[in-house]
């Protein structure tokens, strides 16, 4: 009985760990060097660890350094491709558009922009 329990571990054990490597994005494995801006961290994506879309918007509005009632016209979208989440966060506030690249996993800012339509206006 005792031998057959321990069987029953080590199956379920195994069993996990190649479900745990084959849910690894096959980027993640590659033996190719990786810029250290491109480079995610693995971590969190083992971990499942993820941030809500409000935590993204919260981490783009920090980082504008705008408040809330400020904002005009929020959109939040999500992108999964290789197995990450992105939250793409655009608003505006006034006549300047902010978009924000954020990681579903980190919280880590990717890319952001802003475009001054005002400043696009008066140019021409």
């Known amino acids: ?11 379920t054990v195994l069993s996990a760990i190649i479900i745990l490597v084959s849910s690894i ?17 693995i971590i969190p994506y083992l971990l499942q660890q ?6 993204a918007v ?16 929020p959109q939040v979208e999500v992108h999964i491709s290789d197995e ?3 939250y793409r ?9 902010y978009t924000y690249d954020v990681d579903g996993a ?7 922009e802003t475009i001054d339509y005002g400043e696009i206006c008066t140019a021409r």
Request: charged share 20%; proline share 3%; net charge positive.
């Open 1 to 11: 009985m005792k031998a057959i329990i321990v069987k029953a571990i080590v199956l």
């Open 25 to 41: 994005p096959s980027h993640a494995a590659s033996s190719e060097p990786v810029a250290a801006d491109q480079h995610r961290s």
């Open 50 to 55: 993820e941030i809500s879309s409000e935590q």
């Open 58 to 73: 919260k981490i783009a509005y920090n980082h504008a350094g705008v408040d809330k009632q400020d904002v005009l016209f």
């Open 84 to 86: 990450y989440k992105t």
């Open 89 to 97: 966060v655009k608003f505006y506030i006034g006549l300047t558009e």
């Open 106 to 112: 980190t919280g880590k800012i990717n890319s952001f």
